[in-house]
Every structure is written in structure tokens, then in C-alpha cells.
């Protein structure tokens, strides 16, 4: 899930060496938060929100397949 949310987002930004992700596990579930560089931030995020809803999206999609609850922050 890592490997595939940080493959995501790197073919999204323009600096792709400045993704980190890291999984955070906790009782409700499992967190997702995503560094970028600030340049990509909005690029991330996408108009309105779309970009980001899509990748939550895929996670969640991704979570419900293995039982667990999953969420996506974006982090600076």
C-alpha cells in the first residue's frame, strides 16, 4: 500500500525525490500522510479538492479489500 500510494503521487509532482509517505497504524485504522515539496502541494490537491478525494478514494478502496479503514493526509 505504501509502495503504491508513494508510485502514485511521484507520477503526479514535479519533484518526485521530495515524496515521503508513511504509514501510521492505530486502532481505527491506518493513516496515510504524504509529503511533498511545497511547489506540489497544489498539484496534489488538484481543483477543488479532485485530485485528493481521488486518492483518498483509492485508498479507502484499497483498505476496504484487506478489512481495514484507511486515510489519506497530506502533510507539510
Do not use: C, W
Not at 1 to 14: R, T
Not at 27 to 55: C, F, N, W, Y
Amino acid at each position: 500500500m505504501n509502495e503504491f500510494m508513494a508510485y502514485l503521487i511521484k507520477n503526479l509532482v514535479e519533484k518526485p525525490e521530495a515524496v515521503e509517505v508513511q504509514v501510521v497504524d492505530n486502532e481505527q485504522g491506518m493513516t496515510i500522510e504524504v509529503k511533498v515539496s511545497e511547489e506540489d502541494i497544489a498539484r496534489v490537491v488538484g481543483r477543488q479538492g479532485k485530485t485528493i478525494k481521488s486518492l483518498r478514494t483509492i485508498a479507502m478502496s484499497i483498505g476496504a479489500r484487506f478489512g481495514r479503514k484507511v486515510r489519506l493526509e497530506l502533510v507539510h
